[in-house]
C-alpha cells in the first residue's frame, strides 16, 4: 500500500464506501450513486491506502468486509445519518424563495405537475426545480428529495401530505383497433408486482398470449397506442388520449389516490410552503387529473 497515513479521509470517498456498505456490493455502489464500478474500486484502493488497512476482500462470488471494513462501515453509516440530519436543519432555516427545490414525480402526475412547476418558475424565478420522474418511491427519509407526488392507496403515516387526486384503472387498447381474443398483456415489470393494477386478474390478463413488462405506465401506454398489446392504465391517460380506448369489463378495476407528501422537518421550509401553497391553489383548475367528486379546490386540506 501507499504511504498515505497522514492523509485525511476524503468525505468524498466515506461516501463511497457507505453506498458499498448499503449495498454489500461494488456493483450496487455504482449504481446507487450512478458513476463507473471502476471509479468505486479506485477510490474504495484510495480510502484503503488512507486507512492503512485492507477493508474489503474481493472473492468469485462479490466480496466480504474485513473486521476492520465492518467498524468503519458503522462509522460511516452514523456519518451518513448525522450529515443528513444537518442538510434538515439547513433546509428547515430557508425561509427566502431562492435555491433548488427538489421534486420525485410519478410518471403520471408528470404532466399536470409541469403546469404547475410551469406558473410558479415564472412567478418565483429565484427557484430552480430539480425534478425526478421514477414509478419508484423517492426515500424522504433523505434530504435529498424535498417534496414527492406519487400514487398509493396508503400513504406513509411518517409524512405530511394531501391527497390531490382519485382516480380508476382502465384496461386500454389502440382507439379504432379490434383487440384479438388473446392480445398481448402489457404491465410492469416484477419490481412493481405488489401495486393494485398488477394484482388484478381479469378474464383478459389470463388469456394473453404472452406479457410485455416495461418500467412506468406510460411506458405501457406508448406500446398501447401502437396496437402492441392492452394493459390497465389510469382513467385520465386513457381519457385524455385520442390514441387510446377503454375495454369494457365486468370485473370491478382497481383505483388509486395521488398525493403530494414531504417530510415533517420540512412544514417550515420556505420553498417547500410556497410550492405547496401554490399547488394547492392550482392543481384543479392546471391539471388532466380529476380531482375527487367529493372535493374541490378550496377542499384540500393536509392530513397528518
Not at 456498505?21 to 484503503?48: K, M, P
Request: charged residues 20%; hydrophobic residues 40%; aromatic residues 6%.
Amino acid at each position: 500500500m501507499q504511504n498515505c497515513k497522514n492523509a485525511d479521509p476524503l468525505w468524498n470517498d466515506l461516501k463511497i464506501y457507505n453506498a458499498v456498505v448499503c449495498e454489500g456490493s461494488l456493483s450496487g455502489a455504482s449504481r446507487r450513486l450512478s458513476i463507473s464500478h471502476s471509479t468505486v474500486c479506485r477510490r474504495i484502493s484510495r480510502l484503503e491506502d488512507i486507512v492503512g488497512v485492507p477493508l474489503i476482500r474481493r472473492r468469485s462470488n462479490g466480496i466480504a468486509f474485513t473486521k476492520d471494513g465492518e467498524q468503519l462501515g458503522g462509522f460511516v453509516r452514523e456519518m451518513d445519518e448525522r450529515a443528513n440530519d444537518i442538510m434538515f436543519w439547513i433546509k428547515q432555516k430557508k425561509d427566502d424563495l431562492a435555491g433548488v427545490l427538489s421534486l420525485s414525480c410519478c410518471d403520471i402526475a408528470l404532466q399536470s405537475l409541469s403546469r404547475i412547476v410551469g406558473d410558479l418558475s415564472v412567478s418565483n424565478p429565484g427557484i430552480q426545480f430539480d425534478i425526478k420522474v421514477s414509478a419508484m418511491n423517492a426515500d424522504l427519509r433523505l434530504a435529498s428529495t424535498d417534496l414527492a407526488i406519487r400514487a398509493t392507496t396508503s400513504p406513509d403515516e411518517s409524512l405530511v401530505g394531501v391527497k390531490l387526486s382519485h382516480f380508476q384503472f382502465q384496461l386500454a387498447k389502440c382507439a379504432g383497433v379490434n383487440s384479438p381474443s388473446h392480445a398481448n398483456w402489457i404491465c410492469l415489470n416484477d419490481a412493481f408486482s405488489h401495486l393494485p393494477a398488477e394484482r388484478w386478474l381479469g378474464e383478459q390478463k389470463s388469456e394473453s398470449q404472452s406479457q410485455i413488462k416495461v418500467d412506468s405506465y406510460m411506458s405501457a401506454a406508448e406500446l398501447i397506442r401502437t396496437g402492441t398489446g392492452i394493459g390497465l392504465l389510469p382513467d385520465f391517460v386513457v381519457e385524455n388520449d385520442p390514441y387510446l380506448e377503454a375495454i369494457h369489463v365486468e370485473e370491478t378495476l382497481p383505483t388509486w389516490d395521488l398525493w403530494l407528501v414531504y417530510h415533517r422537518s420540512q412544514i417550515n421550509n420556505g420553498l417547500v410552503k410556497a410550492f405547496t401553497n401554490h399547488l394547492k391553489s392550482h392543481w384543479c383548475e392546471n391539471q388532466s387529473i380529476p380531482l375527487p367528486p367529493e372535493v374541490s379546490s378550496t377542499d384540500l386540506s393536509w392530513q397528518k
